[in-house]
T-cell receptor
Framework: GENVEQHPSTLSVQEGDSAVIKCTYS??????FPWYKQELGKRPQLIID?????GEKKDQRIAVTLNKTAKHFSLHITETQPEDSAVYFC????????????FGKGTRLSVIA | DVKVTQSSRYLVKRTGEKVFLECVQD?????MFWYRQDPGLGLRLIYF???????EKGDIPEGYSVSREKKERFSLILESASTNQTSMYLC???????????FGPGTRLTVL
């Protein structure tokens, strides 16, 4: 089955700097890659996702890139702000229907003001 | 706006007790999921369901069972709670044909 590795487990950046979180997946059939953000004490929420027919997707300060050949995808946050502090989870699945997501172990991002 | 609710935010039970965790979604979603979240281990799938009365084992089903008698409700059952089941339990749902998965607020279960 699918296995998703996520690095780093913790990340501290200065406010205004960029943050990058990387994930690798094992199943070449996977075609859907979402990122979830979980603020302290709250539920995970989808912030951005990408499908395998696209190499990059951007939404304001966040972007996701996908390298299908290498089987890895990354989350990029630019101009970080204190409210970006949270745990971020990457995930992968090969079918958006009945196949469940496989999540990485999460990255705790701290943005230092 | 999608709403996924869970019956309790915090729950304290004793070893050996039978525990029911309830999850309800109000968007007629076909798929529902139960995860447990532990520090450093991320979100691990316990069970999921893609239709009423249907269930599939996830990665860590041992010690758990589920019930889905109605489309909007997915219950997680701990037949005999043990201390190693102390964790945060998250329910989620999604529409079959769409990608976005919506999470409930979580139930923090402590087994003494």
């Amino acid at each position: 089955g699918e296995n998703v590795e996520q690095h780093p487990s913790t990340l501290s950046v200065q406010e205004g700097d960029s943050a990058v979180i990387k994930c690798t997946y094992s199943d070449s059939a996977s075609n859907y890659f979402p990122w979830y953000k979980q603020e302290l004490g709250k539920r995970p929420q989808l912030i951005i996702d990408i499908r395998s027919n696209v190499g990059e997707k951007k939404d304001q300060r966040i972007a996701v890139t996908l390298n299908k050949t290498a089987k890895h995808f990354s989350l990029h946050i630019t101009e970080t702000q204190p409210e970006d502090s949270a745990v971020y989870f990457c995930a992968a699945s090969w079918d958006s229907g009945n196949t469940p997501l496989v999540f990485g172990k999460g990255t705790r991002l701290s943005v230092i003001a | 706006d999608v709403k996924v609710t869970q019956s309790s935010r915090y729950l304290v039970k004793r070893t050996g007790e039978k525990v029911f965790l309830e999850c309800v979604q109000d968007m007629d979603h076909e798929n529902m999921f139960w995860y447990r979240q532990d520090p450093g281990l991320g979100l691990r799938l316990i069970y999921f369901s893609y239709d009423v009365k249907m269930k599939e084992k996830g990665d860590i089903p041992e010690g758990y069972s589920v019930s889905r008698e109605k489309k909007e409700r997915f219950s997680l059952i701990l037949e005999s709670a043990s201390t190693n089941q102390t964790s945060m339990y998250l329910c989620a749902s999604k529409e079959l044909s769409l990608d976005t998965q919506y999470f409930g607020p979580g139930t923090r279960l402590t087994v003494l």
